[in-house]
């Protein structure tokens, strides 16, 4: 029998090419043949930073589809590229299908969907193609989503998604405090966006209920609640490139490798990993804060900071920063962060929880400090310090900043105690016996695999 042939679409951002990336390189060892389609901005971004262009195996099919924005001002604009994917990204998507079917091509007998792009699902199903959605989230974000009917009806949040008032809500007892005004559609600038937003999730979540199977990025160990709640959901994580001893692909920017020779130098133990994924930024202030409080804790520190945070100012103190702190820190624009979460130098991970660093950190026994931003950024920190209490929140003081000082402190509680070590360690054992043999992920995405092997178009 040829090798089948499955196409992967992922929601144009970072945090969401990178997993989906992870489990096409799987399926490839699987035998499969993979068609992976970014927009065309994403797709030249991936290609310019793989270093090694023999990287991928060629079985993974890279192209491209446009986004339907003109330029990087309007994909800017909030709420605009969702827009444009919906409108022009469909046909295109079909179109494609479309095409490669009617080659000499192995047919595509199976989409795999980010699940943000439930109009994928549609116009596969609309094609008489299978189909699979792909959370790349936390399994309690979807739950929450599904919910949305019962906390309109319970008086939580009204039609246009609006808390009717701020409470905190736990939907199960191993699922994380939910406050209802970090609900992600009631964290935009207005009201008028927040409608858009909420209306386009509820229709999003309906069409990902019609994917034949839902898979996610986490374990039953991770989140027994939410997956009690949402059986439908199957976890087959982690995720992590090195559990096929590969490489880690799907990146934006060329990863910065000289920073695993500086851990390699640093104690056992010894150095607090800074990073806050593709998206989040800092204000000056609150950028010094951070660079003063980690110079502060007296540790080797290792900080990400992104080409697109360093405006002006910033570079200028970065340089500075750069130049006192030579021998405490290093400063690199992109780590190849699984890499370093496995070092054994490093001591803690201060992160923005986004849910790819959270598995990647867990996954490695590394203990959190949590320094969360938006969406589901805050349900994760609160797994992470209130169910699997491996790590600690930060106070903000009362402009919302945090403090140099709440920073050291937090240091010293987080590294001052070998509680949350030997919790975090416990964890990563739990969650790696879930990929091997006999484990609940292994299971789920062996399932997975037979299913897209022996089935027919419909
Ligand atoms: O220097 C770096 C920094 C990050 N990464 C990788 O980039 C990914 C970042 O993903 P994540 O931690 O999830 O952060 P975001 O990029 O912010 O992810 C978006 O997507 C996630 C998954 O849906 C959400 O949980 C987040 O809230 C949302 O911001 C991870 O795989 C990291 O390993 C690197 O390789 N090098």
């Known amino acids: 029998m040829a090798n089948p042939h499955v196409l992967v679409i992922p929601f144009p951002v970072q945090g969401h090419v990178i997993p989906l990336m992870e489990l096409a390189q799987c399926l490839v060892e699987h035998g499969f043949i993979i068609t ?15 270093a090694d262009k023999g990287l991928l195996d060629d079985r993974i099919r890279l192209v ?69 959605a792909f959370l790349t989230a936390a399994a309690a974000s979807l739950v929450l989503g599904f919910r949305i009917p019962c906390l309109i009806d319970d008086g939580i949040i009204d039609h246009d998604g609006t808390p009717i008032k701020k409470q905190t809500l736990q939907l199960a007892p191993t699922m994380p405090l ?52 949402a059986p439908e959901i199957k976890p087959i994580g982690p995720l992590l490139a090195s559990n096929r001893l590969g490489n880690s692909a799907g990146h934006f920017w060329m990863e910065d490798s000289t920073c695993l020779e500086w851990l390699d130098k640093q104690p056992p133990g010894s150095v607090i990993y800074v990073a806050f994924g593709s998206f989040a930024t800092f204000s000056k202030p609150q950028f010094e804060e951070l660079a003063l409080g980690l110079e502060l804790t007296n540790r080797p520190f290792l900080w990400v900071l992104r080409q697109d945070t360093k405006d002006g100012t910033n570079a200028t103190y970065v340089e500075g920063l750069q130049h006192k702190t030579a021998t405490q820190g290093q400063i690199v624009s992109w780590a190849p962060q699984q890499k ?15 849910w790819n660093s959270t598995v990647e950190s867990v996954s490695n026994g590394v203990p959190m400090l949590c320094w969360p931003y938006f969406a589901d950024q805050f349900f994760n920190q609160s797994y992470i310090c209130d169910i699997w209490k491996v790590g600690l929140g930060f106070k903000r003081d009362a402009s919302g ?57 419909s």
């Open 340 to 354: 370093v979460l496995s070092h054994p130098s490093i001591a803690c991970f201060l992160s923005h929880c986004g």
């Open 401 to 457: 900043a945090i403090a140099h000082g709440e920073i050291k402190n937090k240091v010293d509680e987080l590294l001052g105690t070998m509680t949350f070590k030997e919790r975090a360690l416990h964890l990563k054992e739990r969650l790696m016996n879930n990929i091997g043999e006999g484990g609940s992920s292994h299971e789920n995405f062996t399932n997975f695999v037979d299913w897209m092997k022996t089935q027919k178009s």
């Open 178 to 229: 939910m406050n209802t005004s970090d609900f992600v559609w009631a964290r935009v600038a207005n009201l008028a966006l927040q409608k858009i937003i909420f209306g386009a999730m509820v229709q999003n979540n309906r069409l990902v209920k019609l994917a034949d199977w839902l898979i996610c990025n986490s374990t039953y160990d991770l989140e027994p609640g939410a997956f009690d709640l």
């Open 36 to 50: 992976f389609v970014n927009t065309e901005v994403t797709h030249e971004r991936v290609l310019d930073a793989l």
């Open 64 to 132: 491209a589809i446009p986004d339907g924005l003109e330029s990087e001002e309007e994909r800017k604009i909030p709420g605009k590229l969702a827009e444009a994917i919906y409108r022009v990204m469909p046909g295109k998507l079909e179109e494609l299908i479309r095409e490669i079917n009617a080659s000499e091509e192995e047919p595509i007998t199976c989409v795999i969907a980010d699940q943000g792009l439930g109009w994928a699902l549609e116009v596969a199903g609309k094609m008489g193609i299978r189909r699979a």
